[in-house]
């Protein structure tokens, strides 16, 4: 760590806990409510009762040591962040309940006397067992995990062999303490992280109301920054996790198992007197801990509701206060004043009485002839001019560019001097023939700035057609002989 991040930690909640004066009192009676027994939202009067009883024995023991009251204490620790207090909804009094600085603290601390017994075993099997599940579930290869299962079935085939020859492995007491309490720690420490995601829910809830209280926008933004960064939790690795355990305390069946394999382990004569009986309530304990975040998500999201419609109904308050100012002005200028404005047409809306509409309308049958016509025998139908139609040869345009680009000395030739030598037969038709000219000998060039006017003969009627186009010029390109076939050379 560097200097700076311990210096900025020294002022949190957990630390300067363990600095206070009364961090004995702080951790042995907090840490005696709200860890080891693992209790959530304990009433006022409870809590102070308890603690002044506490009190009571501690001055007997040293008169003078703690003179002030629990309700004091109660507040001076609320105050440090130790506690937290509240209001549950649809109750009066108030509630108390551990932080994550407490809960860490308490948990440092009890961590640091000597251990009789330290186990290794338990956790290094964990971490080869975490390793080996990560390693087989990111494995893409079909073989490899084909590989991977038919060598833990050949295990498990070599275990049947041994107990059916009478050979059983039994783990030594030493062994099952090891694995006992490593099950014991994860699931304290299980309890400690409820209380820090709902702590972030509430963090969350803070930061929203401050940005609504300060907020100058529409309401429609903030619920977007809100729905956005709960959906940033509950897509987090935390919120993710939480909810997979969750839905897992959920099943019946898994929590059916877990409390027989709990009653079962605790039941072992290899760990008679080295058991706890807490631990047989920790499933209990998980479900309450799980619904108590869920019902935190749920109260804040009720919370922020109410909190936006009171900004909402101010808001409109308000506007109203601004309409009934420009009426009161209105009134005041009186009817001779030349007030800006615009005429609407107001909307009308149809209105037709039930008993006016018809119950039925009869549906018209039209009757259809389906015998074939059939032509009259002494005529033949014409049907030239269905297959009458225009067709320009793009080749033969394509030759007369050539041509004329020939015959140009520098190579180039416009689409006017074309028409000109090669006048138009086929009308507008013809002339679009020559935009659509793909040649490999030729370059076309449009410059829509100019301009030119093409006078050329109407197809099947008198007289002449008019036709104003860009100015086109064709370019022989490099390497293209004169009539644009390849060169034998």
């Known amino acids: 760590m560097q200097f700076d991040q311990v210096t900025a930690l020294a002022s949190h909640p957990a630390w300067v806990l363990l600095r206070a004066d009364n961090a004995a009192l702080v951790l042995s009676f907090c840490g005696t409510v709200f860890v080891e027994e693992n209790a959530r939202g304990v009433p006022e009067s409870v809590l102070e009762s308890r603690l002044d009883d506490q009190l009571y024995l501690l001055n007997e023991r040293e008169p003078g040591s703690f003179p002030?009251?629990?309700?004091?204490?109660l507040a001076e620790w609320t105050k440090s962040g130790w506690l937290r207090k509240y209001y549950p909804p649809g109750e009066d009094e108030a509630h108390?309940?551990?932080t994550t600085a407490l809960e860490k603290a308490v948990a440092w601390v009890r961590d640091l006397p000597a251990r009789s017994f330290i186990g290794t075993e338990s956790r290094l099997n964990t971490v080869v067992t975490l390793l080996r599940q990560m390693a087989f579930g990111a494995q893409t290869d079909p073989q490899a995990r084909i590989d991977e299962l038919r060598r833990e079935?050949?295990?498990?085939?070599?275990?049947?062999?041994?107990?059916?020859?009478?050979?059983?492995?039994?783990?030594?007491p030493l062994a099952l303490l090891d694995r006992y309490q490593q099950v014991e720690s994860t699931a304290v420490e299980l309890l400690r992280d409820f209380r820090e995601v709902e702590a972030n829910l509430r963090e969350l809830d803070r930061r929203l109301r401050r940005q609504v209280a300060t907020a100058e926008g529409g309401k429609g933004e903030q619920l977007a920054t809100f729905l956005l960064e709960r959906d940033e939790i509950a897509q987090s690795d935390?919120?993710?996790?939480?909810?997979?355990?969750?839905?897992?305390l959920l099943s019946p069946r898994r929590q059916q198992e877990l409390r027989e394999l709990l009653q079962q382990v605790t039941q072992l004569p290899q760990l008679e007197g080295r058991t706890d009986r807490r631990l047989l309530k920790i499933p209990f304990a998980w479900l309450e801990a799980a619904e108590n975040t869920q019902d935190t998500v749920r109260q804040l999201t009720e919370q922020l509701r109410r909190f936006l419609a009171d900004r909402s109904r101010a808001e409109d308050q308000r506007a109203l206060a601004l309409v009934r100012s420009v009426q009161r002005h209105v009134t005041a200028l009186g009817d001779t004043a030349d007030l800006p404005g615009m005429e609407l047409e107001m909307p009308q809306a149809g209105i037709a009485l039930p008993m006016e509409r018809r119950l039925y309308m009869p549906v018209e049958r039209v009757e259809l002839d389906t015998a074939p016509v059939q032509p009259p025998d002494d005529t033949e139908a014409d049907l030239t001019e269905l297959f009458a139609g225009i067709h320009v040869d793009t080749e033969e345009l394509a030759d007369h560019v050539l041509d004329a680009v020939a015959a140009s000395p520098n190579g180039q030739a416009a689409l006017a001097t074309v028409v000109d030598d090669h006048p138009l037969t086929l009308g507008l038709a013809e002339l679009l023939g020559y935009f659509r000219i793909q040649h490999p000998a030729l370059d076309v060039s449009v410059d829509p700035e100019r301009t030119d006017v093409l006078v050329y003969p109407r197809v099947g009627t008198p007289g002449h057609a008019r036709a104003k186009v860009p100015h086109v010029t064709f370019v022989r390109t490099e390497g293209g002989t004169a009539a644009g076939k390849a060169d034998p050379r």
């Open 96 to 98: 108390f309940d551990a």
């Open 68 to 73: 002030r009251s629990a309700a004091a204490y």
């Open 238 to 248: 935390q919120g993710q996790s939480f909810q997979a355990f969750f839905d897992y």
């Open 153 to 172: 079935r050949d295990a498990l085939d070599a275990q049947i062999a041994r107990l059916l020859t009478g050979e059983v492995d039994l783990l030594s």
